[in-house]
């Protein structure tokens, strides 16, 4: 999906799906993906942007030369500052600004299109039914998510090769805060693999944080990006 003037008409769905699309690509390169986002994003460049696509994935490059680009465009240098930073502090900020960016993507669209005042307020309830990229990479997203362990009780919190809620008949009703992800903050449904974080003591989607059944059958105790990250260090340290 573009800004092209002569692509069909999108729905309310079309563009939450976008939304969704880039706003996991952007999660993997503040989370999961750090290091090497990163490594990206050497201050020695020229003014380089974090661009989530539709596609899941993300990109660092420099802005578009287009006059007016088709698209709002992300924040410019965000790797100027980079090591002027703490990791955690630099990696909330780019988070920061990239909730700015997904947002006004979204609403470009809607504009686009011709959404109306419904349409708008429907993009943007279901828009703000997932944790911003800032709670994600600070970990706020995990007060939005129960306790995991409670709701697991009887297969055990430190069994991490499962079909989640297998064994107690979740049905749609039971998709709520209980039942989400804590990077994406979705329900995928009870056949989905999840893994458990034995320090926070949140669900994941295996895909969300890379980890597949086979590789988790040889970790013994599991520690999620947001975990992993919070002892930040400064960048700059020599």
Known sequence: MDGDANCKPLSVEDVFT????RRAG?????TTDAEEFYQHCD???ENLCLYG?????WEVKLPVEEVPPELPEPTLGINFVRDQMQEKDWLTLV????DFWLTAVAFFFGTRFGFDKADRNHLFDK???????VDVVTGAAKEQVKDKSKTKSKVGKNSKVQAKYEDEGLDEEEENDENLCGTCG????ADEFWIFCDVCER???GKCVNITPARAEHIKKYKCPTCSNKRARPWNAQ
């Open 18 to 21: 976008d939304f969704k699309g």
């Open 53 to 57: 696509l539709p596609n899941e994935q």
């Open 26 to 30: 952007l999660i993997k390169a503040l």
């Open 43 to 45: 201050p020695e460049k």
């Open 203 to 205: 669900w994941f989607h």
């Open 95 to 98: 988070a920061l600004r990239s």
């Open 186 to 189: 979705e329900f995928n449904g």
């Open 127 to 133: 828009i703000n039914e997932l944790p911003t990229l």
